[in-house]
T-cell receptor, first 113, second 113 residues
Framework: QQQVKQSPQSLIVQKGGISIINCAYENTAFDYFPWYQQFPGKGPALLIAIRPDVSEKKEGRFTISFNKSAKQFSLHIMDSQPGDSATYFCAARRSDNFNKFYFGSGTKLNVKP | ETGVTQSPTHLIKTRGQQVTLRCSSQSGHNTVSWYQQALGQGPQFIFQYYREEENGRGNFPPRFSGLQFPNYSSELNVNALELDDSALYLC????????????FGPGTRLTVT
């Protein structure tokens, strides 16, 4: 049973466009929702994160939108650049379950020049 | 401040053998988690160590075991290797038990033949 469902599996965006990646979860015990960026051959790097008491968080070109009632959250990359081409993972954490993180299956983003 | 480091970078083993992977946590971090990332998938939680004790485990068999040392570095041991154990093994550290921000190392690519 996949705890966090991520879509789309792959995404192609033109330079300067907006990239949107979506995630959904079922367990309302999750209390922290990070997004990670992973380049080939590297470990995931923490990009931005949100807690469920906030509906939106913005850091530079990256924004998380969080809909608690729908149990969904999304990553928006504004003004997408070729350097943003990577695989993005959403995750969810339960602090009452020894800080265990559950990851989505990933979205491979390709930003065309 | 140094980041999370892992060794070795790559490893090739034969089915049935045993392997030990190593991780040095980020300076000041006392909690280490291990993840298995199969090709094209998100990381799957193996277990977590805090104060040299395992305090959480995912759906992995007992042949996956670990250690944490007084300096917070950690080892992942896998016995009786199977072909399906081929994956990228990631170590992540956080600053305290239950700490939300988790930082990953570059991973060890294990190939079982």
């Amino acid at each position: 049973q996949q705890q966090v469902k991520q879509s789309p599996q792959s995404l192609i965006v033109q330079k300067g466009g907006i990239s949107i990646i979506n995630c959904a979860y079922e367990n309302t015990a999750f209390d922290y929702f990070p997004w990670y960026q992973q380049f080939p051959g590297k470990g995931p790097a923490l990009l931005i994160a949100i807690r469920p008491d906030v509906s939106e968080k913005k850091e530079g070109r990256f924004t998380i939108s969080f809909n608690k009632s729908a149990k969904q959250f999304s990553l928006h990359i504004m003004d997408s650049q070729p350097g943003d081409s990577a695989t993005y993972f959403c995750a969810a954490r339960r602090s009452d379950n020894f800080n265990k993180f559950y990851f989505g299956s990933g979205t491979k983003l390709n930003v065309k020049p | 401040e140094t980041g999370v480091t892992q060794s070795p970078t790559h490893l090739i083993k034969t089915r049935g053998q045993q392997v030990t992977l190593r991780c040095s946590s980020q300076s000041g971090h006392n909690t280490v988690s291990w993840y298995q990332q199969a090709l094209g998938q998100g990381p799957q939680f193996i277990f977590q160590y805090y104060r040299e004790e395992e305090n959480g485990r995912g759906n992995f068999p007992p042949r996956f075991s670990g250690l944490q040392f007084p300096n917070y570095s950690s080892e992942l041991n896998v016995n009786a290797l199977e072909l399906d154990d081929s994956a990228l093994y990631l170590c992540a550290s956080s600053s305290r038990f239950g700490g939300a921000e988790q930082y990953f190392g570059p991973g060890t690519r294990l190939t079982v033949t």
